[in-house]
């Protein structure tokens, strides 16, 4: 084993709390961020911390700070000692990491034991409109995913003025602003050379707007 991979295994032991009880220390809390996953790419199966789930928050010998509590409209959970915590948009693993090392940076804690158990998810919900036989509110699998081909089939499929080779995907990021997606699912469902792999790895968020215009004729 090389060098890189020990240091990686260790600092990833350090995280999950293996090499011993948390120890208290004094320090000033922050707002900490975790490296996250592009968006729109999931491991499938794996659940992803949505705005509003309401989650437990366990620390292995630490229950003062252990916490019931909800993810705001910013992604971000407020946790004792160290603040808010952004957590939305990853998976329970990543997020149990991003608490154990903010509360690692802030040395409060020498290596936290952090587990995460959703209490309520909240409504995971897209809409599809425009050229769609069947419009409207599609629920999202609670531990799954669901992309946009698997949505168009749910919803009947296209018309028959539908354009699917321009489907947009409108999602509302956690600060308020918009990203948008145009995607040619009519390859997609053909299996055309013209698919991409971009568009195939595309996998819906809570929240998402699909649009399905019109073709031209």
Known sequence: MTSVCLHRLLATVLALGWLGPSETRAGTGTTISCPKPASGTSTSGAYVLTNTDRISVNIYQ????????????????????????????????????????????????????????????????????????????????????????????????????????????????????????????ESLIKGRKAASVRDNALLLEPGDIIFVPERLI
């Open 62 to 185: 630490e229950e003062e700070i252990s916490r019931i509590s909800r993810i705001d409209s910013q992604g971000r959970i407020n946790l004792p000692l160290v603040g808010e915590v952004a957590i939305s948009g990853l998976q329970l693993a990543e997020a149990q990491l991003a608490i154990a090392r903010a509360y690692q940076e802030g040395r409060f804690l020498r290596a936290p034991r952090v587990t995460i158990t959703v209490e309520e998810y909240s409504s995971r919900e897209v809409s599809i409109q425009g050229q769609i036989r069947n419009p409207g509110r599609y629920p999202l699998p609670i531990e799954a995913s669901m992309s946009i081909v698997e949505l168009v089939t749910r919803a009947g499929g296209f018309n028959d003025t539908a354009r699917g080779t321009s489907v947009r995907v409108t999602r509302i990021l956690p600060d308020g602003s918009k990203q948008n997606f145009d995607i040619d699912v």
